[in-house]
């Protein structure tokens, strides 16, 4: 068996938050007098709460006093944390278990690597805490995906390579990070978008356990 490791993405890849976020973001742009569509939403997946800001402020043609951009952040995130509040793990999305048992039975090493700052309250939510040997989230890294500072810094927490890692990722810059990191991509959701992952799966309901197999052996 290869010294392999895994790194999953959060957000999209093991719960769909996505959603949560869109409705904090939209009441937001309600606030400030604007629409926030749900096609938008998907500018800021895998994007930092500050650019998504900056990202939303752009679309409403909102220009902001510092001090306005702190606590509309601070708002925002106040929302989000509302709904996570309510989040259990009915919410994990499909088979998201059968591959975390998976490997946890072949003792392969699994960390997440998310560029959240809340990535560490929603699994203890979900109940998946304890799958994770490693957790490199929003909170530590300084460069944002599509940098590969996120992975790499989840490889070297495990002790793995990097060129050993694989990547669970549905964002295009997460994509891109696990590309720069010279790990092994894998994008979850539409292979037409992610297409510069080296494996596409529309979720893990999609993925066989010998495929795993091939991976880890
Ligand atoms: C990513 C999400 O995982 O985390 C983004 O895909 C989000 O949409 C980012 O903006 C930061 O999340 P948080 O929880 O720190 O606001
Ligand atoms: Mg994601």
């Known amino acids: 068996m290869k010294h392999t490791g895994f790194i999953f993405d959060l957000d999209g890849v093991v719960v769909d938050t996505a959603k949560y976020h869109y409705l904090?973001?939209?009441?937001?742009?309600?606030?400030l007098g604007f629409e926030f569509t749900i096609d938008q939403n998907e500018l800021f997946k895998g994007v930092s709460r500050k650019r998504c800001l900056e990202i939303l402020l752009d679309i409403g043609g909102v220009i902001?006093?510092?001090?306005q951009f702190d606590t509309w952040m601070i708002e925002k995130n106040e929302d989000y944390l509302r709904y996570i509040?309510?989040?259990d793990s009915s919410e994990i999305l499909p088979d998201v278990p059968k591959v975390l048992n998976y490997l946890k039975s072949?003792?392969?090493?699994?960390a997440l690597g998310s560029a959240s700052k809340n990535a560490r309250p929603i699994l203890e939510k979900v109940n998946l805490l304890s799958y994770f040997d490693v957790i490199v989230d929003g909170n530590h890294v300084t460069k944002a995906k599509p940098n590969p500072e996120v992975f790499l810094m989840a490889a070297e927490q495990l002790g793995i390579n990097p060129e050993n890692c694989i990547v669970f990722e549905d964002a295009v810059a997460g994509i891109q990070a696990a590309n720069a990191a010279k790990?092994?991509?894998i994008g979850i959701g539409d292979a037409k978008i992610l297409s510069e992952a080296k494996y596409n799966f529309l979720d893990f309901t999609h993925i066989e356990l010998s495929f795993l197999e091939t991976l880890i052996s």
């Open 64 to 67: 902001a006093t510092q001090k």
């Open 85 to 87: 509040e309510a989040m």
């Open 24 to 31: 904090a973001w939209k009441k937001l742009a309600n606030q």
């Open 106 to 110: 072949n003792k392969i090493p699994i």
């Open 183 to 185: 790990m092994i991509s």
